[in-house]
């Protein structure tokens, strides 16, 4: 009887995690953000209301607090006053003040922007507005203001709209239907392991994600006054920077004509934004 009663649990387990799964990704795809002025991004994932937002952000606190120690320790952290970390910082407090459209809780974040040497094209914003920036990605690519803006905007879009935290979700999910899967199978369960635990820099997001960050980043840099068209100009330096090996920032961040698409395709949605923010500039 106990055996009878252990695998219809299992059962009952396994249907309520495919029952949630289905009804996650149903209102995944249903859902989209209608928004007046900018851009038109779909709606955060549901799973993100599978994990706490607050979880993944002191976890990301704590992974940024160590590697900006472990660099300052090697002397890989640029200094406050070098001019590569003002140039960045200057272009990162530009962008804040138009993140609380894409999540009201980046304006209680504690942002913070450090500029790290090595030669690696890479930079990325962690959840809770943690920013790096690699010296190789601006150094080797010859960046300009406007495609630096459009890299940080997209990094955090990211945050913003809390792809990390849909990861863990998802991480855990799937884990949560191995254990089960493996218990009604084998016997003997799995463990969960949640991606809260490892690195949060490190996670590869998926095509939609990255769709959904140019488009928040596209918009960020336009409402700051830098021009949105940089995203045209900054993929193609990155396909010819891929045509070796490619660099870190490719690996995780899918390349070639369908990126540049996107941007050609929304410039219409923010060039006005564009225009204004530089006439405002100008003005003032």
Known sequence: MGNHSGLFARRQLVACVSALLVAVLAG??????????????????IFNNLVSADSVEKSAELQYSQMTRQAFQQRKLLDANDPRTV???????????HTNKFNERAAKWDWQVNVFD????????????????????VDKLQLTDDEIAVIMGHEMG???????????????LTSIGSRVIGGLLFGQAGELVGAAGS???????????ET???LIGMELAARAGYDPRAGITLWQKMAKAASG???QWLS?????????????????DVMPLYERAKAAKKAG
């Open 28 to 45: 995944t795809v249903l859902a989209f953000a209608q928004d007046g002025e900018g851009v038109k991004v779909p709606r955060k994932s």
């Open 87 to 97: 140039r960045i910082r200057r272009i990162a407090k530009d962008l804040l003040p």
């Open 118 to 137: 090595s030669p690696t094209i890479n930079a990325f914003c962690m959840p809770g507005g943690k920013i790096a920036v690699f010296t190789g990605i």
């Open 158 to 172: 990211h945050a913003l709209w809390e792809h990390a935290r849909e990861r863990t979700a998802k991480v855990n």
């Open 199 to 209: 690195s949060l820099a490190a996670l590869k997001f998926s095509r939609n994600d």
């Open 212 to 214: 959904e960050a140019d």
């Open 245 to 247: 090996a490619p660099p």
């Open 252 to 268: 995780t961040h899918p390349s070639g004509d369908t990126r540049i698409k996107t941007f050609k395709d929304n410039l219409k």
